[in-house]
């Protein structure tokens, strides 16, 4: 019976995908000078694997920095403000925009989120960031 039960269990569970941070941190990023901004810029080198991926509804956990990207998005991080990409610890693959379906109030820097929302690659807009969540609930 336990055979059974556990047999079910597996059955009807949905497959875990992998850690998004996780999947990120095998992308290269490549240093590239942009006139129009006089400045340099981390371009992400996304592979194969990771190009399936973009368009897909994903599950990500993280960190909230109140960093003004966009004024109707916020940005995870997979660490905390004190070891973040943007205090120079953390490299580009551990931060991302959300754009959630309904805005959020009230989030203090590092409340720790989850949100379900469709994975975009970005690797031509700088003003953007190399992972994008669209569509996204807070779960």
């Given at each position: 019976?336990?055979?059974?039960?556990?047999?079910?269990?597996?059955?009807?569970?949905?497959?875990?995908?992998?850690?998004?941070?996780?999947?990120?941190?095998?992308?290269?990023?490549?240093?590239?000078?942009?006139d129009e901004e006089k400045a340099s810029f981390y371009i992400p080198q996304f592979d194969d694997e990771l190009l399936q991926m973009d368009g897909k509804k994903y599950i990500i956990k993280g960190y909230y920095l109140p960093i003004d990207l966009s004024p109707k998005g916020i940005v995870l991080s997979r660490y905390?403000?004190?070891?973040?990409?943007?205090?120079?610890?953390?490299?580009?693959?551990?931060?991302?925009?959300?754009?959630?379906?309904?805005?959020?109030?009230?989030?203090?820097?590092?409340?720790?989120?989850?949100?379900?929302?469709?994975?975009k690659l970005n690797d031509d807009d700088v003003y953007q960031l190399s992972f994008i969540l669209t569509d996204a609930k807070r779960l």
């Open positions: 019976m336990l055979q059974l039960v556990l047999g079910f269990a597996l059955f009807v569970s949905p497959p875990q995908s992998p850690s998004l941070w996780k999947v990120f941190e095998g992308v290269r990023f490549e240093s590239k000078y942009i905390p403000m004190a070891t973040c990409f943007f205090c120079g610890e953390a490299g580009p693959e551990s931060v991302m925009m959300i754009f959630p379906t309904k805005k959020l109030e009230g989030l203090k820097m590092d409340d720790e989120l989850t949100f379900e929302g469709t994975l």
